[in-house]
């Protein structure tokens, strides 16, 4: 879907937006949502990283609940369920208008529908939406999002936001099914960059250039975008500018095993992924592209 149709016809209510979080994510979808045409208010913790919005529309505020304000979309895109929660009591007196809450982060099932439910209490409706991509999808407003919301007519209330920052969205029947999927999409992800790094890792143990890895998968019925994308930052230790910082991949890694334990299930590449990249976590890393758990040792050790 081109960014033109995105944007809404002139005889649909264009509805103001506040975005609550400025991160990598957040401002992303600042942009795209200030690029089709929408009202956009913007909060986050650090006000200098909202600042660059000005440049594109943007009111910048100074509390949660001065951005909600006249909103009619509250969007959050913040680091953890307790930060979300969080933000969104400081936001309270700020939701008199009653806006729709779109919340983006990463939580585990249970953690969306606890959400959920302080969407009830704060007498506002809710909207799940996790995000499927990572800062490129995001920039260029083609991510996957899927999406449910207690409340049907929400849908049609977000649906000029949810264009404007993604290509696909998916709506599913319940709150906790779009975090389930985002959970099962990142376990794929996490494996994969694990997968990469192992191999490049075994070839240059081996003496091969690892290269000639990267080179004999590509074309191949295993190659995606991420092994061709990530690869190279590996073999060239070029990740130290995050498209997907790896305190994150952790953070959903931990949610991952946690919720499969819950489940009754034990996922034995998760459960390594995750110890790999708490490791990593725990090198100093988590401020660099998930890519470097490449930097973890993997030699045997007395």
């Not at 103001?16 to 200030?34: D, H, K, P, Q, S």
């Not at 943007?58 to 006249?70: L, N, S």
């Not at 029947?173 to 779009?178: F, L, N, S, T, Y």
């Not at 334990?261 to 034995?268: K, N, S």
């Amino acid at each position: 879907m081109s960014r033109a149709n995105r944007t809404p016809s002139s005889g649909q209510k264009k509805p103001v937006v506040a975005v609550l979080g400025t991160g990598t994510m957040g401002e992303a979808m600042a942009r795209n949502i200030a690029a089709a045409g929408l009202g956009l208010r913007a909060w986050n913790r650090n006000r200098a990283r909202a600042e660059p919005l000005a440049d594109v529309g943007a009111t910048v505020c100074d509390t949660p609940a001065e951005a909600c304000r006249g909103a009619d979309v509250v969007l959050t895109a913040l680091a953890n369920e307790k930060v979300v929660s969080d933000v969104m009591d400081q936001a309270r007196d700020g939701l008199g208008g009653h806006p729709v809450w779109v919340q983006t982060c990463t939580v585990s099932p249970d953690g969306g529908r606890r959400l959920a439910e302080q969407a009830n209490r704060l007498n506002i409706a809710y909207v799940e939406a996790p995000l499927l991509g990572t800062k490129e999808p995001a920039v260029s407003g083609t991510l996957t999002i899927p999406a449910a919301s207690p409340q049907r007519e929400a849908r049609e209330e977000v649906r000029p936001v949810l264009e404007a920052v993604a290509s696909r969205i998916m709506w599913l029947d319940e709150v906790g099914q779009p975090s389930s999927l985002k959970l099962a999409y990142n376990a794929w992800v996490l494996t994969t960059v694990e997968g990469i790094a192992e191999s490049l890792t075994l070839a240059d143990t081996l003496g091969l250039d690892p290269h000639l890895v990267i080179d004999v998968i590509d074309g191949s019925g295993l190659n995606s975008t991420y092994v061709q994308s990530k690869g190279p930052m590996m073999i060239d230790n070029d990740l130290d500018t995050p498209s997907f910082p790896l305190e994150a991949a952790d953070k959903d890694a931990g949610l991952i095993t946690d919720t499969a334990r819950a489940a009754g299930l034990h996922l034995g590449i998760a459960e390594v992924v995750r110890e790999r990249l708490d490791r990593a976590a725990d090198d100093g890393l988590g401020r660099a592209d998930v890519a470097a758990t490449y930097r973890v040792s993997r030699h045997v050790t007395s």
